[in-house]
Every structure is written in structure tokens, then in C-alpha cells.
């Protein structure tokens, strides 16, 4: 089974920074394009950044010029380094990862369990 799990989340001032880890794991052939949600309580989840398997980028208005999605394909993890936070930033951050099993023609979606970034005033 295949499990993707992120990491370093935590409480930051505002202005500061933080990096998201995202690992994929299990039976992986190869990995699509992979992406970073976030959800603010009470707010629906919205597209943060994505990245294709050859590094192509996009990201929401919002975070253009603050915040650099980039992947490593051989650890099959993808990274959110967030520069100059702000409070609207606070939600949980969730991974989805476009994984081609070794049993699957093409890419199935798998999401992780979220990692909380709280931006203080």
C-alpha cells in the first residue's frame, strides 16, 4: 500500500518561514505530478502549488513570490518552503501525490493527513 505522509508544520511568526516535507512510500513505480492544499477552519480547501514530474510549477496568486514548491524524485518527496507568512496563511496543508503503482496503467491521487501551520500577528 502506498502512504504519503507530511511534516513540519508548526507555530511561526508572522514574517517567518517554514518548510512542508511530503514522503511518499510503498510500491511506487514513479510519482506525477504532486501538489500542496491547505484549509483554514471553517474555509474550504483550496490548490496552494503544484509541480509535474519534469519540475514544471504553479501557484495561487496569494503566494506567488513567497512561497517555492520543488520536488526530489528519488526520495519521492515533494517540499513547501514558505517565506514571509502571514496570519492568512494559518491552515492545515495537505500532500497529494499522483502515484503510478507498478500494478496501474496510469497515476492514481493519494492525499496525506495534513500537517497544522499557524502564523501568529
Known amino acids: 500500500q502506498v502512504q504519503v505522509v507530511e511534516s513540519g508544520g508548526g507555530l511561526v511568526q508572522a514574517g517567518g518561514s517554514l518548510r512542508l516535507s511530503c514522503a511518499a512510500s510503498g510500491n511506487i513505480k514513479s510519482i506525477n505530478a504532486m501538489a500542496w492544499y491547505r484549509q483554514a477552519p471553517g474555509k474550504q480547501r483550496e490548490l496552494v502549488a503544484s509541480i509535474t514530474s519534469g519540475g514544471t510549477t504553479n501557484y495561487v496568486d496569494s503566494v506567488k513570490g513567497r512561497f517555492t514548491i520543488s520536488r526530489d524524485n528519488a526520495k519521492n518527496t515533494v517540499y513547501l518552503q514558505m517565506n514571509s507568512l502571514k496570519p492568512e496563511d494559518t491552515a492545515v496543508y495537505y500532500c497529494?501525490?499522483?502515484?503510478?503503482?507498478?500494478?496501474?496503467?496510469?497515476?492514481?491521487?493519494?492525499w496525506g493527513k495534513g500537517t497544522l501551520v499557524t502564523v501568529s500577528p
Open positions: 497529494k501525490a499522483g502515484v503510478v503503482a507498478y500494478t496501474l496503467l496510469g497515476g492514481m491521487d493519494y
